[in-house]
T-cell receptor, first 110, second 110 residues
């Protein structure tokens, strides 16, 4: 079965600093990969999804970007964090089955 | 209008009670539906898929009404451990996106 690795689990960053969150998947190939964000007390917001290497679809215009340099690697980045970027970031994977999530990264921008 | 809507609750029920959640979706092209469970500060985990004919898994029953565009989750004989947020998910159409509702909070009390 597939395993999704996300790190770090918790991150505190100052406003204006860069961000890089990495997600890797094991146990499957050619997955659809997703980045979601969940702000405190709110629902899951789809940020990016990818159906293959180098293929990224953006759902929400913002200061975040995503890349998929390898089949099972998905990276979320920002050049300059905003306070509103705080939240719970979840990487998810889907290969013909329901979505499975990584453990998430809780980001606090101060 | 949100693509997937849920009553946020909270639903406060005593142990042993039966509780039902409803969820409506706006995209008639949605093909697949799921219920996820999310514990506080954790990632969502798949509870069950929802099939057109309805399906049951132990104390949990899920149903789909395509004509009215809603799905439901019934929990019988509630346990304290059922306390969580329940997320409704619709997958549909020409995109590879899964759209989450904002979740319904269930609190089972002794």
């Amino acid at each position: 079965s597939q395993t999704i690795h996300q790190w770090p689990a918790t991150l505190v960053q100052p406003v204006g600093s860069p961000l890089s969150l990495e997600c890797t998947v094991e146990g499957t190939s050619n997955p659809n990969l997703y980045w979601y964000r969940q702000a405190a007390g709110r629902g899951l917001q789809l940020l990016f999804y990818s159906v293959g290497i180098g293929q990224i679809s953006s759902e929400v215009p913002q200061n975040l970007s995503a890349s998929r340099p390898q089949d099972r690697q998905f990276i979320l980045s920002s050049k300059k964090l905003l306070l509103s970027d705080s939240g719970f970031y979840l990487c998810a994977c889907r290969t013909g089955s329901p979505l499975h999530f990584g453990n998430g990264t809780r980001l606090t921008v101060t | 209008r949100k693509e997937v809507e849920q009553d946020p609750g909270p639903f406060n029920v005593p142990e042993g009670a039966t509780v039902a959640f409803n969820c409506t979706y706006s995209n008639s092209a949605s093909q697949s539906f799921f219920w996820y469970r999310q514990d506080c500060r954790k990632e969502p985990k798949l509870l069950m898929s929802v099939y057109s004919s309805g399906n049951e898994d132990g104390r949990f029953t899920a149903q789909l009404n395509r004509a009215s565009q809603y799905i439901s989750l019934l929990i019988r004989d509630s346990k304290l451990s059922d306390s969580a947020t329940y997320l409704c998910v619709a997958y549909g159409g020409a995109t590879n996106k899964l759209i989450f509702g904002t979740g319904t909070l269930l609190a089972v009390q002794p």
